[in-house]
């Protein structure tokens, strides 16, 4: 599971990718998360580490390829589903 920061910035870069046809420059990283550029490379360097990203050059955000764009299913609890008889259907939404 992605702390909620990196998923931030996962997401804000699926997304800029995605809309804009370009990678965000660090200056408007900052300005869409409202953190430093420390702890935005932190960041960077954990997806890498995770495997969520692929990023050779490190000096240039435009070198950054997503490999997953979205967190992983296998991390994410999954809810319990009980069958507790017909009457559910009726009465669950």
């Known amino acids: 599971m992605l702390p909620d920061f990196e998923r931030k ?3 804000i870069l ?3 990718i995605n809309q804009r046809r370009r990678m965000p420059t660090l ?14 490379s932190e960041a ?22 997503i490999l997953e764009g979205w967190e992983r299913e296998s ?9 507790s008889g017909s009457v559910d259907y009726w009465t669950r939404y």
């Open 9 to 11: 910035i996962l997401r």
């Open 14 to 16: 699926y997304n800029y």
């Open 27 to 40: 200056n408007e990283l900052e300005t869409k998360t409202g953190q430093d550029k420390k702890r935005i």
């Open 44 to 65: 960077l360097m954990f997806l890498k580490k995770d495997n969520y990203i692929s990023w050779d050059d490190q000096s240039d955000l435009n070198t950054i390829i």
């Open 75 to 83: 991390s994410r609890p999954q809810p319990q589903i009980t069958d």
